[in-house]
């Protein structure tokens, strides 16, 4: 059971359903939405970035729960959101320095946790890239400096949702079937590690312990099997009881049919997640229309398609996730 402040309570409340299950969008993308926008033009100029998240948010924000941006560009995004629509913004540096080993962790340098409290933040959210069989010097760094930032949050009374994504330092290719095999144990470990009380997180964010292109029944053709349904289904189960903490999935840019089949199959299991913080399998095929059409169209793409991807997503997770207000009680 995790023990948090009233405000922080109040706050959760915020970013959630009344039911305690987080239905939130992600549009804290900026170096990837960069690129998406430039792959249908010229390179992108800030302003395109900044105006397709205030469209975004705008648009969508009155069927989410809450939207998750970042304060580079997406503070006006931030203002257009619906009344209702809580807000989560991110503090760390988009991307990672590849000539540098270990995938080190790095904050906006011209913001804190106060200014982006200041700002609106119903809560923070820091993504962590980490290996749980790195050096052990590389993973201290990482734990220092995950016990400085949930420090700063607990100081602030705001809640500390951490986003964690795995890798292998000898894996290049994520999505192969050489990470397949390790991913759940990577995922696993993780989340065991940074449910410790040093670390002052209030929610994680992780990704889901399988590859679902590589389990039966949802590999394609002529693709490799690595995990038989039942292996897969004890996956979700063990992660699940990884932890104590709320946790929820986010949708690693897969296609929105293949998030919403991975939330049923993780009821299946038994997982006791809280709900998705999703972000690109909503909103990505918006850019092209935004690119080429302009914003009347984009809005048209995101008030017809956008709205059914998470108007459906939130059908799937109302059905399949379960309440935090389970795993939380108010301290004094």
């Given at each position: 059971m995790l023990k948090i402040s009233k405000a922080k309570k109040e706050a959760m409340d915020r970013?959630?359903?009344?039911?305690g299950l987080i239905e939130a969008l992600a549009i804290d993308q900026r170096g990837a939405l960069k690129k998406m926008i430039g792959a249908f033009g010229e390179e992108a100029t800030d302003e395109q970035i900044s105006d397709f998240k205030k469209l975004v948010s705008a648009e969508l924000t009155p069927f989410a729960s809450s939207i998750l941006l970042d304060p580079e560009y997406g503070l006006t995004g931030a203002k257009a959101r619906a009344t209702d629509a809580g807000l989560l913004l991110a503090y760390e540096k988009t991307g990672?320095?590849?000539s540098t080993p270990g995938r080190l962790p790095d904050l906006l340098e011209d913001w804190?946790?106060?200014?982006?409290?200041?700002?609106?933040a119903d809560a923070i959210k820091f993504l962590l890239y980490y290996d749980v069989d790195e050096s052990a010097e590389i993973n201290h760094l990482k734990h220092v400096f995950t016990e400085r930032?949930?420090?700063e949050c607990f100081g602030e009374d705001i809640p500390f949702y951490l986003e964690?994504?795995?890798?292998?330092?000898?894996i290049t290719d994520a999505s192969s079937e050489e990470y397949a095999k390790v991913k759940a144990h990577k995922v696993i470990e993780m989340m065991k590690e940074f449910s410790k009380p040093?670390?002052?997180?209030?929610?994680?964010k992780v990704e889901v312990p399988v590859n679902m292109n590589y389990v039966e029944g949802f590999a394609e053709d002529g693709t490799n099997i690595v995990y038989s349904r039942e292996e897969a289904?004890?996956?979700?189960?063990?992660?699940?009881?990884?932890?104590?903490?709320?946790?929820?999935?986010?949708?690693?840019g897969v296609s929105a049919e293949l998030f919403q089949e991975t939330l049923e199959f993780a009821k299946e299991a038994g997982s006791t997640f809280n709900g998705v913080l999703c972000g690109r399998?909503?909103?990505?095929?918006?850019?092209?229309?935004?690119?080429e059409a302009g914003e009347e169209a984009a809005s048209s793409w995101l008030l017809s398609e956008g709205r059914a991807n998470i108007e459906s997503l939130n059908e799937v997770v109302n059905r399949t996730a379960s309440s935090w207000h389970d795993k939380v009680e108010v301290g004094e």
């Open positions: 970013l959630s359903t009344e039911n990672y320095d590849a804190s946790v106060r200014r982006l409290k200041d700002q609106g930032l949930g420090s964690l994504v795995s890798y292998d330092a000898g040093q670390y002052k997180v209030d929610v994680l289904l004890g996956y979700f189960k063990e992660q699940s009881d990884a932890t104590h903490l709320p946790f929820i999935f986010l949708s690693a399998a909503t909103w990505k095929n918006g850019v092209q229309p935004f690119v």
